[in-house]
């Protein structure tokens, strides 16, 4: 069964639970964005998808990307599926027509990479980060380098790379030892090696642009010496650039993505930003980058949940309980009088719960990447900060909650196979292989709960974090029981976050300890707001919306209540 995009779906989340429209018509340059447009541009992009990318899935996995002799061959049918997408102007829908692009909201790129990943994750890591290093260059490149890069970035002419990962500094990146040598004509000679590299070197483009992050002579130890550097794989004169692709890794899963070892061989590169400012200006990458592994963790568990959801509606094994013998017989042409997979309560619970995370996930992910917009046009600046404010704490959480998500539930929706689940055949094993990275990359989902908790709530004593939660609680009406319950559920993380900022204060490391729960409890949290969004609109009461609604608060919210109390036992005194 290939995936296929259920745009009619996505498009309910924006239009009616995000209210998509209304947002984007207080930004001057999107004023013309109607939900008409939204529709047609998702519906080319889901036939694309579906014809184009879905069935380079399995093959992508199979034979996977193949390194000789420095250079990368990748999977059968991934050049043209890649020469296709970018001279059909995919890459550039959220670029400025300035550049090339067509200037549409960044919304519409973000439900257009949600289902690439569903359908190829493989495939996607290539062009998923072409956003990111266009807005990195965008804001931080000299005008020279912007004339040569960034019309090939915007159109996705040319892909580029992510190089920051070193065999001793992952998470830690204060311990780059990549070194960048400045010569007499403005350039720098870039020497070192990075590993696990996604798309280091392949064939699907004519040239690759590498971000790579590296240290000046007199640069001090640590995250404050590090520059940014921008070196391709052949230069403005045609010469073959001296970086080399020296292996690819074997992984678990993701087999159709190049995963590299380079070498940068006093290679030729160019300072992207002021020196010293390195990871700053990689931030502006990084973090709409952490928003698109969110969209790849809530497009590999749609991708999960509709082949688990077909599939227990043609599998039939005993007699689920509560049915009537007579009606399960006469359901059954087969011998046996076995009931349907999916009616079976424990496999509907799978079911319904996963369909209620991925529904949360778009309404969370769909308005975060609404306010990427409006923290960039909103004329006005008391506007733009709130939507400053719900970009930063929001990303970490999507990040982290979605990606663990995609890996766990989609690990349930194989479960819904049984055995068949397990064996190649049915394809949803790769699913749950290929999800697993994304709790790793783009820093480590420990690594967005420190950045969550110890980065952005504590160091202002929550100021920033209450105005979040006043904000999530605005618009509900406590004479509706949903929502007076979430209304009371932002009540009580807001005195959770105090008790821990207290105990925080008199305890170094409690904070770290304490993290990942608090990362979670906002998490779910947040699933409950969107949840009460969605049930605050036109279909909510159709059956469609009803069960995962129903699962959100009996199999869902409970985890809230854990972490709360593991939050509470932690900073009690003892
Ligand atoms: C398939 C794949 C593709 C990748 N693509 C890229 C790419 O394109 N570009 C790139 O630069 N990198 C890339 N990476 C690298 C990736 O970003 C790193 O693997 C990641 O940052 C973690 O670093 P590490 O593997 O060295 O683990 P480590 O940093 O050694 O961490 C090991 C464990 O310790 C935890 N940990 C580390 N520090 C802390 C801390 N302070 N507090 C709590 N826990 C901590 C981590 O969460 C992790 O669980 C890729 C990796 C993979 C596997």
Partial sequence: ????????????????????????????????????????????????????????????????????????????????????????????????????????????????????????????????????????????????LKDRYLDKLASGE?????????????????????????????????????????????????????LVLARLPDAPPGPKGLSLFLVPKFLPDGARSAVH???????????????????????TGWLIGESGRGLNAMFVMMNSARLHVALQGIGLLEAAWQKADEYSRERRQMRAPGRKAAQARSNAAVASAADLIGEHPAMRRILDSQRAWIDAGRVIAY?????????????????????????????????????????????????????????????????VRDARVTMIYEGSNEIQAIDLLLRKVLPDGAFAFNGWLAELGAELDPAVPAQARLLSRLTSL??????????????????????EDFLHAVG???????????????????PRWRAPAQAVQRWIMPELDMRLAIIDAAVAPS
Wanted: negative net charge.
């Fill in 1 to 144: 069964m290939l995936f296929k995009p259920r745009t009619d779906e996505m498009l309910y989340v924006l239009t009616q639970v995000v209210h998509a429209e209304r947002r984007l018509q207080e930004l001057p340059a999107h004023a013309e964005v109607d939900a008409e447009l939204m529709a047609q541009l998702m519906d080319e992009a889901g036939k694309f998808v579906a014809s184009v990318i879905a069935p380079l899935n399995r093959i992508g996995d199979e034979t996977g990307a193949r390194w000789s002799d420095g250079a990368v061959t990748m999977p059968p049918g991934f050049r043209d599926a890649y020469q296709a997408f970018w001279q059909a102007g995919w890459p550039a829908l959220a670029a400025a027509p300035e550049d090339g692009g067509q200037g549409l909201p960044a919304v519409l790129e973000a439900m257009l990479f949600e289902m690439l990943s569903a359908a190829n994750h493989a495939w996607t890591m290539a062009p998923d980060l072409l956003h990111g290093a266009y807005d990195c260059l965008k804001a931080h490149g000299t005008q020279e």
């Fill in 158 to 210: 040319w892909l580029p790379t992510m190089c920051l990962t070193e065999p001793h500094a992952g998470s830690d990146l204060g311990l780059v030892s990549t070194r960048a040598v400045a010569q007499t004509d403005g350039s720098y000679r870039i020497s070192g090696s990075k590993i696990f590299i996604s798309s280091g070197e392949h064939d699907l483009s004519d040239n690759i642009v590498h």
């Fill in 245 to 267: 692709c020296e292996r690819i890794e074997e992984k678990m899963g993701l087999h159709g993505s190049a995963t590299c070892v380079m070498r940068f061989e006093a290679a």
């Fill in 367 to 431: 308005r975060t990447a609404l306010e990427l917009d409006i923290a960039k046009q909103h004329p006005s600046s008391e506007r733009r900060e709130a939507a400053q404010r719900w970009c930063s704490l929001s990303t970490p959480i999507l990040k982290a909650i979605f990606t663990q998500q995609a890996f766990y539930g989609g690990s349930e929706c194989l479960q819904v196979f049984g055995g068949h689940g397990y064996v190649r055949e049915s394809g949803i094993e790769q699913h």
């Fill in 494 to 515: 807001r005195e959770h976050t105090q008790r821990l900022l207290q105990a925080a204060a008199q305890d170094d490391t409690l904070a770290y300890w304490l993290a």
């Fill in 524 to 542: 779910l949290t947040l699933v409950d707001w969107a949840w009460t969004q969605i049930e605050r609109s036109s279909e909510a009461a159709e």
